[in-house]
């Protein structure tokens, strides 16, 4: 069983796969300071209810944009599975080109989006991330990551919003009652600004990659406000929300997984 955990900005995800399927999701709130004692504790348990033992991990990865909070996930891994994570970054076998004036910039999150959509989808594509960050990547035909687009997240612009306007209340991010864009009282015009804003936005930047690109293209949605956004643009192709995981599953599978060198039988230690 391969245990994969995918290291957000906003949240942490866990996940098992045991080689035809998944068998558990679980996310936590991203700290990047939560020790690795802490996590145990949290996973652990919940690995249990799904009849699963430490000792049925056989193997890890790691895929973050939060360099802070590696040292405890890696300890996780080596201290209460027994196994040295395989760590997500550009210099690994992608199986596909990285066409970037600095290949290391680029965000791991965006590079197993695109990993797993080519593989899952066929290209080319663009994939659209609702994360703390809004971003748009494009794969070629071959599965070449190509670039993109980094926008302001959802819930960075409405908190924004309310930070920097008095008299703006905070707002929940949700599709408008009504399909009016006018708004008739303050959150509702709030309301309407971020969804049908965020719907414009998408649809805009997309038919501008199309337009550069000069050929029709997928698009794929992830992200945990995807399936909110679709039901305003008929824009995206799929909405896929195991996207980074399944990319971390296959680039676990296309590299060798590091063995643990320090050998240490911490659970009995006095």
């Not at 995918?6 to 068998?23: I, L, S």
């Not at 504790?41 to 944009?65: C, F, N, R, S, Y």
């Not at 971020?194 to 050929?215: A, D, P, S, T």
């Not at 029709?216 to 192709?237: C, I, N, R």
Request: glycine share 12%; aromatic share 8%; proline share 4%.
């Amino acid at each position: 069983m391969l245990l994969v955990i995918d290291a957000g900005n906003t949240n942490v995800v866990f996940a098992v796969h045991d080689g035809e399927k998944w068998r558990g999701v679980w996310r936590i709130t991203m700290q990047a300071q939560r020790t690795s004692d802490e996590y145990a504790v949290w996973l652990l348990a919940l690995l249990k209810m799904q009849g699963i033992a430490a000792d049925d991990i056989e193997g890890a990865v790691i895929g973050t944009v939060v360099p802070a909070a590696l040292y405890h996930l890696r300890t996780l891994c080596r201290q209460w599975f027994a196994v040295e994570p395989l760590l997500a970054s550009a210099h690994l076998d992608w199986g596909f080109s990285i066409k970037m004036d600095n290949p290391d910039e680029v965000g791991v999150d965006r590079l197993l989006n695109g990993l797993a959509s080519h593989h899952l989808y066929g290209g080319p594509l663009v994939v659209i991330d609702f994360g703390t960050a809004t971003t748009f990547d494009v794969v070629d035909a071959e599965g070449s990551y190509c670039g993109g687009v980094i926008a302001p997240g959802i819930n960075l612009s409405v908190e924004a919003l309310h930070q920097a306007a008095a008299r703006l209340p905070r707002i929940g991010i949700g599709r408008p009652a009504v399909d009016s864009v006018i708004g008739r009282n303050t959150v509702a015009a709030m309301r309407s600004g971020v969804f049908w804003g965020y719907v414009g936005l998408i649809e805009g930047i997309v038919e501008r990659i199309r337009q550069e690109v000069g050929q029709t293209m997928k698009v794929l949605a992830t992200g945990g406000l995807a399936p909110l956004f679709s039901e305003g643009t008929t824009v995206f192709d799929h909405v896929d929300s195991m996207l980074t995981l399944n990319g971390l599953r296959i680039l676990a599978g296309r590299n060798p997984l590091p063995r643990l060198t320090i050998e240490k039988d911490f659970l009995t230690e006095g």
